[in-house]
């Protein structure tokens, strides 16, 4: 091979890189509540009920979930029974759901969603994600678990954090659901306390009635015949 084949070879190497790179999707900008609620067709908190998915090691990689509404906030179209929520591929912002084992509740979320383009009746989420999780308390009201789990929110809500006393299952974690150092740092922090022996339940969260009032009323649908 001669230098200046060698130096074809190293060009058209660079430029597939640097082409490889501009395709590179760019992080979608981090939004207000108020502008995901703008920006969704269906914001509501739903239950898991079940999903439908691929696995490529042992990771999501394609198909459904399907969801039931527990409270309607921004409705575009009538409701139906069941939400189907389709995501596909691996990427920032993915949109998947924790399947409930036959014994369990599957987990609240709020979430905010788009129609898909492609098919008709399923639901896609935003670029930046779909779903904030929501757990309930013993005064059977729902917050959103806080550090907030999902997608991220540009808000500060720090002044509307709560210390609440939750009765949902998913408030409580084993030891090796969390790493060590995110755990003793959400102990000093006062967000998480032991719940017997290697285990540990979520103290703070940020109440739903709040969440709603920073939507603002881009997340809230009036017209009744559309929930």
């Known amino acids: 091979m001669t230098i200046f084949t060698s130096l074809a070879a190293l060009g058209a ?6 082409l490889f790179a501009q395709e590179e999707p760019s992080p979608a900008p981090t939004l207000t509540l108020a502008q995901l ?12 009920l079940d999903t439908d998915y691929q696995y490529t090691r042992e990771f999501p990689s394609g198909g459904s979930a399907f969801l ?6 921004k ?12 995501e596909e591929g691996l990427h920032a912002g993915e949109c998947y759901f924790d399947n409930p084992s036959v014994l369990e509740e599957g987990r609240r979320h ?3 969603l788009t129609f898909s383009e492609e098919v008709s009746g399923q639901y896609n989420g ?22 907030l789990n999902g997608l991220p929110v540009a808000d500060d809500l720090t002044a ?23 755990r003793n740092q959400l102990l000093a922090d006062g967000h998480l306390e032991r719940a017997g022996d290697l285990r540990y339940r979520y ?4 109440p739903l009635e709040e969440v709603r009032k920073l939507m603002g009323p881009a997340g809230l649908t009036l017209d009744r015949s559309l929930r």
């Open 203 to 206: 103290t703070r969260g940020v």
């Open 68 to 73: 039931e509404v527990l409270i309607p906030y």
């Open 13 to 18: 190497l660079l430029c597939s890189v640097s």
């Open 126 to 147: 935003l670029a930046q994600g779909c779903k904030l999780e929501v757990l309930v308390t013993t005064e059977n009201r729902y917050a959103l678990r806080y550090p």
């Open 110 to 112: 709020l979430v905010f």
């Open 75 to 86: 409705v575009s179209r009538p409701l139906e029974d069941i939400l189907e929520v389709y």
């Open 160 to 182: 509307l954090v709560r210390e609440l006393e939750f009765q949902d299952g998913y408030a409580v974690l084993d030891e090796e659901e969390i790493t060590p150092p995110e």
């Open 37 to 48: 609620a703008e920006a969704a067709d269906l914001v509501a908190v739903v239950r898991v």
